[in-house]
């Protein structure tokens, strides 16, 4: 509703259910009148372009099917139908498209207008280009706001035992212990590097190492050699859905060392490892949200986000 009436021009669906909304309707969001129609064109009075998430996901692909499922989108209201990977998907969903509309389950004045929203969007992009197209980029305004975004994502979910803020001492060691990460995503960004961080962590601290820590090594002695006094720190990839990570964490917690962990993509790590008592999350794993997380870690910024989920 806040976006809505700030002016957002489009709206993006996510493949997620709502059964308190679509009643007795088994649909994710993206599929579902009650949502398209009901709730944001009619309740929330959305006259803007409507997309869906990307209909590969499993979600979708593994339950109604990407081809079946973009007609049924088209149908529940959506203007854009995304399809983002793979060309015999794009194809093939086209082609169910003109099917259904052949076949009369698809009228083709819903395409029409469709069609039609989406090229007002563009036209008005154009004219707005055209009318107010800065002759210099701000880059420092650019920045400031970036800044505040993370900052106001960054979330500290849980500090305890006084671990953070940090304040080692000259000869306390930081180990980034860098474990390996099997839970990779279509959505996922295929390289996660714990150097940016060990980057970013050394400008506060002299005394930071980085510790890999791959399956099939020796990796429980690896960390027990490590000498006191430490705090270990352990950036977790969907850790809830990956044994290895979350094996790494329950040890440190079970030896009794200092851990704080960051899941620096889906919130739900905490999962995997409920007693682990200094967690932090970043939402991705990209240098601004580094930046902003280790503003936390150090005391110099106070989290301000809040969980989008709960347990």
């Known amino acids: 509703r806040s976006g809505i009436e700030a002016g957002a021009e489009c709206v993006m669906v996510a493949h997620i259910a709502f059964p308190a909304l679509t009643r007795q309707e088994a649909l994710p969001a993206t599929l579902s009148p ?71 389950e698809l009228h083709p004045q819903v395409i029409q207008q469709a069609a039609e929203r989406v090229l007002k969007l563009k036209a008005d992009q154009v004219r ?14 650019h920045t400031r706001l970036q800044q505040q975004a993370y ?31 099997n839970t990779m995503t279509m959505v996922e960004d295929r390289f996660y590097s714990d150097d940016v961080l060990l980057d970013i962590m050394r400008q506060y601290h002299a005394n930071v190492t980085l510790l890999p820590v791959f399956p099939g090594d020796d990796w429980r002695s690896q960390l027990r050699a490590v000498a006191e006094p430490a705090t270990f720190i352990v950036a977790t990839v969907n850790a809830h859905l990956d044994d290895g990570q979350a094996d790494v964490v329950r040890y440190l917690m079970s ?23 200094a967690y932090l999350a970043t939402y991705e794993y990209t240098r601004p949200a580094l930046v902003a997380a280790a503003h936390v870690l150090f005391g110099e910024r106070q989290a301000r986000g809040h969980l989008p989920v709960s347990w």
Not at 82 to 103: D, F, N, P, T
């Open 34 to 104: 009650a949502i398209i129609q009901g709730l944001l064109r009619e309740k929330l009075g959305f006259n803007g372009v409507i997309l869906s998430d990307c209909m590969e996901m499993q979600a979708i692909s593994k339950t109604f099917g990407t081809m079946r499922a973009a007609v049924m989108a088209l149908q529940a209201g959506t203007d854009l139908v995304l399809v983002s990977h793979h060309y015999m998907q794009q194809r093939g969903s086209i082609e169910a498209i003109l099917a259904a509309v052949h076949a009369g």
């Open 128 to 141: 707005a280009e055209q009318a107010h197209a800065p002759t210099v980029i701000d880059h420092e305004a």
């Open 151 to 181: 900052e106001l994502s960054t979330t500290l979910v849980r500090s305890e035992d006084a671990l953070i803020p940090l304040r080692p001492d000259s000869g306390e060691q930081i180990v980034i212990v860098s474990p390996r990460r």
């Open 255 to 277: 030896s009794g060392r200092r851990v704080i962990g960051i899941a620096v993509r889906n919130p739900y790590d905490l999962q995997a490892f409920p007693q682990l008592r």
